[in-house]
């Protein structure tokens, strides 16, 4: 449950602010540091970190107490203003989405509760987030459908069969592709290994693969730090000269979904060191079956 506090997706989250200023003034305490540095650099599975906030100094929750005050006064004006928009005096419907990340039982302290609540809104609205962008693809292929049946409209029968054609080979050649490891196999990350790392396949060692992709070294692999790891299966896909831009990206976010299905126990959106080592132990991880990525190639040419 600590991943969220460390890994802020460039999500247009209403709470993203006070997410990141917690998190700062948290790293701040000595004490709170340590048990974070503890609780990546353990061998032992992350324990519940808001329990230590009893023990971080007085100037600091000093900090989160008049940090949560603002965050609710800041609410109280959204909430009347929202209120104020609507029609006669009926509350909008989804107020209370606004208040998942904030216990307002004591709106003056920032306790436990708030740094749980914290932590959980966070990690369902990256879901959240994720789902979106699986609708906005589907939006973006029945577009594409559309726009392509406008323009056979304006062709001549020969210009139509020569696009059917092109779309057949399109077709074909996907279906014909390489075979695509399955994302977070163990020859999917030896391929990692080998052809984006450099080094030699005999001498793979899934510690060190994870230490050189945690770019940042904050002991998680994000977002970010695993779709790097996709990229070699999705070129075996898609042409560079003859590329869907946002089905490439739908295809990589499939791809981190599959792995964070396999690793992430806990999840919170993240993999840490320790969940990546448990996974690699288990008999799943070397079974090394393909992965079918299925495309939809269509007529989206100017």
């Not at 107490?65 to 203003?81: P, Q």
Request: overall charge negative.
């Amino acid at each position: 449950m600590t991943g969220v506090l460390r890994v802020l997706r460039d999500v247009e989250l209403h709470y993203k602010t006070y997410l990141q200023q917690v998190a700062q003034y948290l790293e701040e305490d000595p004490h709170f540091r340590e048990q974070l540095r503890k609780a990546i650099s353990s061998d032992a599975q992350d324990g519940p970190l808001s329990e230590e906030l009893d023990f971080v100094h007085r100037s600091i929750r000093t900090k989160l107490d008049e940090l949560k005050r603002k965050e609710v006064t800041r609410l109280r004006l959204l909430l009347k203003t929202k209120h104020d928009l609507t029609e006669g005096n009926a509350q909008l419907r989804d107020h209370q989405a606004l208040l998942n990340h904030l216990d307002f039982t004591n709106p003056h302290e920032f306790d436990v509760e708030d740094l749980d609540r914290l932590i959980k809104a966070a990690t369902n609205d990256l879901k959240e987030t994720d789902k979106q962008q699986h609708q906005i693809f589907k939006q973006h292929e029945l577009l594409k459908e559309h726009e392509r049946r406008e323009r056979l409209k304006h062709m001549t029968p020969e210009e139509r069969l020569s696009q059917e054609r092109h779309l057949q080979e399109t077709k074909e050649k996907h279906r014909n592709h390489s075979k695509v490891n399955h994302p977070g196999s163990e020859q999917q990350l030896k391929d990692v290994w080998h052809d984006m790392d450099g080094l030699d396949e005999e001498d793979f060692n899934s510690k060190t693969l994870f230490t050189l992709h945690d770019m940042n070294q904050d002991g998680f692999l994000d977002e970010a730090e695993l779709e790097v790891l996709f990229t070699k299966e999705l070129a075996k896909v898609f042409d560079q000269n003859d590329m869907d831009m946002m089905e490439l990206e739908e295809k990589r976010l499939e791809m981190r979904e599959e792995l964070m299905n396999m690793y992430d126990t806990n999840s919170d959106q993240i993999i840490s060191k320790q969940e990546f080592m448990d996974f690699t132990e288990k008999e799943e991880f070397h079974k090394n079956e393909e992965w079918e990525v299925r495309t939809k190639p269509g007529l989206n040419r100017d």
